[in-house]
């Protein structure tokens, strides 16, 4: 039996299946950064307990993604092949299993992935503000913890408002789920965006006060527009930008965006992991060594004798 569906329904079911192949192809990166990340950490545990725990968190993180796409895979099976004749379509489908236990056990990984990620570019911006002084990067890092905060409390209730849609908790100030899911998703890249800005706004600064003595190789390591890029979180930024565009104004192509917002801010995790594994991440002692290096410098000593922050031996 075969079902008219709308031109629109089609729409929709195209972008979910991009956004499926979006997500496995980002697996694929996350799985091969994860195991080189794992592998050079493994060797270093004893060395710092940071590595330590960068290893429980990469961990989770992968489990986290391996449910998600577990989770999503078995959807696509069961929304195109065990229920193709399903009445009213697919995408009909779709919509009557929001609430099952599948697409919540998908939809929870994704929103756990999220907001780990926000932890961990809370620390970075903590880390990066660490050389003006802890107190200020307390003092920084206040309001965006406070919006992520409100992003877990968020996120609950869009849980709950997908499984009890009538419950006065979704129901609070007439909202239901989709108006939930906004607010979640704009609270959590709305953090993301204030922490990109707070991050380079400091890492530019640095790079605007790095003396004139210090070797361009040297500056490169914390300076350049690829290692802002990175330690800021920025594409994601971008990404996360017109994700909440599309998802606000209702558009289809939101779907990809937002596996594709995912995808970019678990790689751009592992790249400063990987970084800090290297020792080639910006540091709370950062500014420190770069004017211990310059010091050194004036007073004659060789580059290499004074450059094992950057490369830490085993």
């Known amino acids: 039996?075969?079902?008219?569906?709308?031109?629109?329904?089609?729409?929709?079911?195209?972008?979910?299946?991009?956004?499926?192949?979006?997500?496995?192809?980002?697996?694929?990166?996350?799985?091969?950064?994860?195991?080189?990340?794992?592998?050079?950490?493994?060797?270093?545990?004893?060395?710092?307990?940071?590595?330590?725990?960068?290893?429980?968190?990469?961990?989770?993180?992968?489990?986290?993604?391996?449910?998600?796409?577990?989770?999503?895979?078995?959807?696509v099976e069961l929304t195109f092949v065990n229920n193709q004749n399903f009445p009213g379509g697919p995408w009909a489908y779709q919509k009557q299993s929001a609430g099952g236990t599948l697409n919540l056990l998908g939809l929870s990984a994704?929103?756990?992935?999220?907001?780990?990620?926000?932890?961990?570019?809370?620390?970075?911006?903590?880390v990066v503000w660490c050389s003006v002084g802890?107190?200020?990067?307390?003092?920084?890092?206040?309001?965006?913890?406070?919006?992520?905060?409100?992003?877990?409390?968020?996120?609950?209730?869009?849980?709950?408002?997908?499984?009890?849609?009538?419950?006065?908790?979704a129901l609070l100030g007439g909202a239901h789920s989709a108006a939930w899911g906004l607010a979640y998703y704009t609270l959590i890249i709305g953090t993301n965006i204030i922490l990109t800005i707070l991050i380079l706004t400091r890492l530019i600064a640095h790079r605007r006060s790095i003396p004139t003595g210090l070797s361009p190789t040297h500056a490169r390591t914390y300076t350049s527009l690829i290692t802002m890029l990175i330690e800021s979180f920025a594409v994601y930024s971008v990404i996360g930008t017109v994700c909440l565009v599309t998802y606000g104004v209702n558009s289809p192509v939101y779907s990809p965006f937002v596996s594709?917002?995912?995808?970019?801010?678990?790689?751009?995790?592992?790249?400063?992991?990987?970084?800090?594994?290297?020792?080639?991440?910006?540091?709370t002692d950062t500014t420190t060594c770069d004017l211990d290096v310059l010091s050194s410098a004036s007073d004659g000593y060789t580059n290499s004798s004074k450059l094992t922050f950057y490369i830490k031996p085993e």
């Open 1 to 75: 039996m075969t079902f008219q569906e709308s031109p629109a329904e089609h729409t929709l079911e195209r972008y979910f299946l991009a956004s499926n192949l979006i997500s496995a192809v980002g697996y694929g990166i996350q799985a091969t950064l994860y195991v080189a990340c794992t592998t050079y950490l493994w060797r270093k545990r004893k060395a710092q307990r940071i590595y330590a725990f960068l290893l429980v968190y990469m961990t989770l993180l992968f489990t986290l993604s391996n449910v998600m796409l577990i989770a999503e895979a078995h959807r």
């Open 110 to 126: 994704e929103l756990a992935l999220l907001f780990l990620s926000e932890l961990f570019t809370i620390w970075r911006c903590w």
């Open 260 to 283: 594709a917002c995912i995808t970019v801010q678990q790689i751009s995790g592992y790249l400063i992991i990987a970084r800090l594994a290297h020792g080639r991440a910006w540091q």
């Open 134 to 169: 802890r107190r200020m990067a307390c003092l920084i890092i206040i309001f965006p913890s406070l919006m992520l905060l409100a992003a877990l409390v968020t996120g609950a209730i869009f849980l709950t408002s997908i499984v009890h849609p009538t419950s006065q908790l």
